[in-house]
């Protein structure tokens, strides 16, 4: 499924709130505990990116298939992995290292979740909140995966500059062989070299810190990350959150058991609550307890009228939209009904990278469909396009092929 197809990874040392996260995310019991090293296998599950649908604006009743469509808001399915806790030395094997390792290199995103708190020291042991700086946090997690990337080249770098210069296959095309398996792309590693403007012609010449240099922004390119300021309600967080700001990267303030509090509310319909709203509304007071009632008053004036929401749905659409640079097309296959041919409105929201094109879109939805295409119509304006149009956010789009769709 092709919408599955960026996988998000959620990081961090151990205990700063990942599973919690995770779970909120994806609504799937996983172990949440005070302790290190509780998420020991690999936890997959599938979590949604929130966007306005289109519906409302073409003023259609959707039957959504691929993705749900809640009051106008249309959720689409995303593949998310909760990575084990990352300690110091991970990239030489320390603690989960290479389990850590191993899961962030299938990531194509990263949310790096830390204890904004401070209430968690370097290797995830309760301390005080406050008495440990997140922003340490953030530098080391940086570390830990440039030292493993470089850890991975660096043996054979040599050899590979020196093949790179006989002229036998040019460094782009050997570190992509070499890179393949981290989800690591040429475009990644060519605009690697264009960022630190070193020159690919002459890998021999590069120093250790030019080595560096280069790994580290290709991981900032390949594995682009934001930053999830977890634990926001412990009140050291506020301070935290103004200095972990001061980075250079997208900050979401988060509380993680708020938003998992509010999902099983709105699972047994206790509330109305869609993830990322930024309130709630009790449907039934007497089904709930007084402890629940005052629970749920306190994530309203802590978290959601302070911060807007509890920061959840927020870090999964920045990941996705401003990290991926990806956008929502709905593809329909009957434009006067904006349906498939079986009469679904909007049936498939789809999210792919911005600038795709139609006929790539077409090569999506169906191999046959991209073979047999001819133009498209994008039903907006009901104009009109050729292959090569760049798709807009929330366009709606019918392909118009040589070839009857079954
Ligand atoms: N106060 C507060 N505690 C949290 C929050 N998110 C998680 N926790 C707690 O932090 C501890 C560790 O959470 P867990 O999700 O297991 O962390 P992980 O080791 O990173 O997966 C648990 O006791 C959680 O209940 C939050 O937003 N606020
Ligand atoms: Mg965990």
């Keep these: 499924m092709q919408h599955y197809s960026r996988l998000l990874g959620i990081v961090g040392k151990p205990n700063v709130g990942k599973s919690t996260f995770f779970s909120a995310a994806t609504l799937v019991p996983a172990e949440i505990a005070n302790y290190p090293f509780t998420t020991i296998k690999p936890n997959r599950g599938v979590g949604y990116v929130r966007t306005p649908c289109v519906c409302r604006e073409f003023g259609v009743k959707d039957n959504p298939m691929n993705?749900?469509?809640?009051?106008?808001?249309?959720?689409?399915?995303?593949?998310?992995i909760d990575c084990a806790g990352l300690v110091p030395g991970a990239w030489q094997g320390r603690g989960l290292g290479n389990q850590f390792l191993d899961e962030i290199r299938k990531a194509d995103v990263l949310i790096h979740i830390v204890d904004a708190s401070g209430g968690t020291d370097c290797e995830g042991r309760i301390c005080k909140p406050?008495?440990?700086?997140?922003?340490?946090?953030?530098k080391f997690l940086e570390r830990e995966i440039t030292m493993w990337m470089a850890s991975i080249l660096k043996k054979d770098w040599p050899k590979i500059a020196r093949t790179a210069e006989s002229g036998a296959k040019d460094l782009l095309t050997i570190l992509e062989e070499r890179l393949s398996g981290l989800a690591i792309k040429r475009v990644h590693i060519f605009e690697a070299v264009r960022r630190t403007g070193l020159?690919?012609?002459?890998?021999?010449?590069?120093?250790?810190?030019?080595?560096?240099?280069?790994?580290?922004?290709l991981r900032q390119i390949a594995k682009p990350a934001l930053i999830a300021a977890n634990k926001i309600d412990v009140p050291p967080a506020e301070e935290n959150l103004e200095r972990l700001k001061?980075?250079?990267?997208?900050?979401?303030?988060?509380?993680?058991?708020?938003?998992?509090?509010?999902r099983r509310a709105a699972e047994k319909n206790l509330i109305d609550y869609k993830p990322g709203d930024s309130d709630f509304k009790i449907n039934s007071p007497e089904k709930l307890t007084e402890s629940q009632l005052?629970?749920?008053?306190?994530?309203?004036?802590?978290?959601?009228?302070?911060?807007?929401?509890?920061g959840v749905q927020e870090a999964i659409n920045a990941a996705y939209f401003k990290l991926l640079n990806m956008i929502v097309v709905y593809p329909v296959e009957n434009l006067e009904r904006l349906s498939d041919h079986?009469?679904?409105v909007l049936p498939d929201a789809y999210l792919v990278p911005h600038g795709t094109t139609a006929r790539e879109l077409a090569y999506l939805i169906h191999t046959e469909l991209g073979e047999s295409f001819i133009y498209a119509i994008e039903a907006r304006?009901?104009?009109?396009?050729?292959?090569?149009?760049?798709?807009k956010n929330r366009d709606v789009i019918s392909i118009v092929s040589a070839k009857k769709r079954a």
């Design 246 to 262: 001061k980075l250079n990267y997208i900050v979401v303030p988060c509380c993680a058991e708020a938003e998992l509090a509010l």
């Design 130 to 138: 406050g008495e440990h700086d997140p922003v340490e946090d953030v």
């Design 67 to 80: 993705s749900m469509c809640l009051d106008g808001v249309r959720l689409i399915p995303v593949e998310f």
């Design 199 to 217: 020159n690919a012609e002459k890998p021999t010449a590069w120093s250790e810190e030019d080595f560096l240099r280069f790994i580290d922004a």
């Design 381 to 391: 304006e009901r104009k009109r396009v050729g292959e090569d149009y760049i798709l």
């Design 342 to 344: 079986n009469g679904r």
């Design 294 to 310: 005052r629970a749920l008053e306190a994530i309203r004036e802590k978290v959601l009228l302070k911060y807007g929401s509890t």
